[in-house]
């Protein structure tokens, strides 16, 4: 069990995670519902196309077949409009979803608004919609390897 003192603003472990519509990159409707099934991935990010936010981006599009191998579905949220989404997606060759948030709704009901820009934090959702894992304090650079580790082991448990 991780203990950081941000988790007890997070979401908890072995809760229902909140179910959520947003538009991603292409302006296609997405909820978690849908995914029931699946693992699913749901990181909270700034901004699109700063240094933090595309490293992360970046890492998890060069493992996203290890990924998609493990039937995990990968959400990258932030409050950026659909277009801003699209030109990151294209510059970067990002093989997931992004979703738009601009009301930050989703961003609130999962605890990531900060006080100035949305908290790099994320969630492993897992096929029956419990939250397995939370992530308060994300290392861009090592965030998709730290999932990929999670993942093997929540599935050979």
């Known amino acids: 069990m991780q203990s950081y003192s941000h988790m007890k603003d997070m979401l908890k472990i072995e809760t229902l995670a909140p179910n959520f519509k947003l538009l991603d990159q ?3 409707e997405h909820s978690l519902s849908e995914y029931r099934g699946f693992h699913v991935l749901v990181y909270f990010y700034p901004k699109d196309d700063t240094p933090g936010c595309t490293k992360e981006a970046c890492v998890i599009r060069d493992m996203y077949n290890d990924f998609k191998s493990n039937d ?18 294209e510059k970067y060759k990002l093989p997931f979803t992004l979703l738009s948030d601009p009301d930050k709704e989703v961003i609130k009901k999962y605890r ?14 897992g096929p029956d919609g419990v939250i397995e894992k939370v992530y308060p304090k994300v290392d861009p650079a090592h965030h998709g390897i730290e999932i990929l ?5 929540l599935k050979n448990k």
Do not use: C, M, Q, W
């Open 72 to 89: 995990v579905k990968v959400f990258g949220i932030s409050s950026d409009s659909v277009e801003s989404h699209k030109r990151f997606e």
């Open 149 to 153: 580790k999670d993942i093997t082991e």
């Open 26 to 28: 292409n302006g296609e």
């Open 112 to 125: 990531a608004d900060g006080a100035i820009s949305t908290k790099r934090i994320s969630y492993l959702i």
